[in-house]
């Protein structure tokens, strides 16, 4: 499990949101609360990914580290821009076509990611990784 699975937010989660999640678990898990053995690991396994995610610098390095291993076992096809994508005005997305015909799609709200992201074809199990 990766810290955020841990602490049962999403990646995109603000501060906020992970420290309610921590205060939540922590209720629930905290040792003086849950006196067998279990509780008080499961309360230092969540101690500590929020040392690590609640620190903004710490988890900027977390969280590439976490990219590079589950980026390791992909097989990426093609690094792209988003400037390689097309706009769709309709649908509001941008799209890039996959070598199988079928599409990549980023949709147009959620543009606040401003980190590397990977794509995974629609139809087929190729993937590209699109820089930001
Ligand atoms: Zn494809």
Redesign the pocket.
Known sequence: MNYYQILQVSKNATQEEIKQAYQNLVRKHHPDKNLENEGSEKFLEIDKAYKIIKDPALRKIYDSELFQKESSHLIIHNSVTKKDFTYDEEENIYYYE???G?FYTIDNNDNSTSEDIILS?D??S?NILVKN
């Open positions: 996959c070598k199988c079928s074809c139809e087929c190729l």
